[in-house]
């Protein structure tokens, strides 16, 4: 099975903290992805990646940005945290149009 | 473009009762549909999913079936358990996004009850 590893469950971080949350897949998927989960909003994309250092914005990426220097992880970086920044985070990856595989989640809260 | 969606919840059933959470969607070109499916604490898994008209997903006892004169796909069990409490996601993507997009509901949380 593909697993899609996400580096925290929880973090508490503080406002105006530059915040980085890591997303490694193994299973040599091209696309990944970054979406917020909010109650009553669902899952919002913050940004998708199609191929290694390719980077697409999503439906909320401002006061986010992303890196991806290779295939395998995805990186989410909060510039400077705020607290309507704090939300459940998750990543997922594809390879065909066929399914995402997601991570379990990082729940990030902003102090 | 395209979009989801889903019936409001929450829904709370008694167990072995009847499960239907109604899914429709809008789609520009050739979408394929989802269900996934979010258990407490935990990120989402993929349940079933349907690649063109007509197709019926199924998995763990529960349904759905890919209607395109309905624009529907709504997922349906016959005997729900206590362990089916969880957050249900409908989700679509469309073969020709670049990348790869899916398309999300909000999503519906199910409580079921002894």
């Known amino acids: 099975d593909v697993k899609v590893t996400q580096s925290s469950r929880y973090l508490v971080k503080r406002t105006g903290e530059k915040v980085f949350l890591e997303c490694v897949q193994d299973?040599?998927?091209?696309?990944m992805f970054w979406y917020r989960q909010d109650p009553g909003l669902g899952l919002r994309l913050i940004y998708f990646s199609y191929d290694v250092k390719m980077k697409e914005k999503g439906d909320i990426p401002e006061g986010y940005s992303v890196s991806r220097e290779k295939k395998e992880r995805f990186s989410l970086i909060l510039e400077s945290a705020s607290t309507n920044q704090t939300s459940m985070y998750l990543c997922?990856?594809?390879?065909?149009?066929?399914?995402?595989?997601f991570g379990s989640g990082t729940r990030l809260t902003v102090v | 473009g395209n979009s989801v969606t889903q019936m409001e919840g929450p829904v709370t059933l008694s167990e072995e009762a009847f499960l239907t959470i109604n899914c429709t969607y809008t789609?520009?070109?050739?979408?394929?549909l989802f269900w996934y499916v979010q258990y407490p604490g935990e990120g989402l898994q993929l349940l079933l999913k349907a690649t063109k008209a007509d197709d019926k997903g199924s998995n763990k006892g529960f349904e759905a079936t890919y209607r395109k004169e309905t624009t529907s796909f709504h997922l349906e069990k016959g005997s729900v358990q206590v362990s089916d409490s969880a957050v249900y996601f409908c989700a679509l993507s469309d073969r020709r996004n670049t990348g790869n997009q899916f398309y999300f509901g909000t999503g519906t949380s199910l409580t079921v009850i002894p």
């Open positions: 299973m040599d998927h091209e696309n």
């Open positions: 789609a520009t070109g050739y979408p394929s």
């Open positions: 997922a990856s594809s390879f065909t149009p066929y399914g995402y595989t």
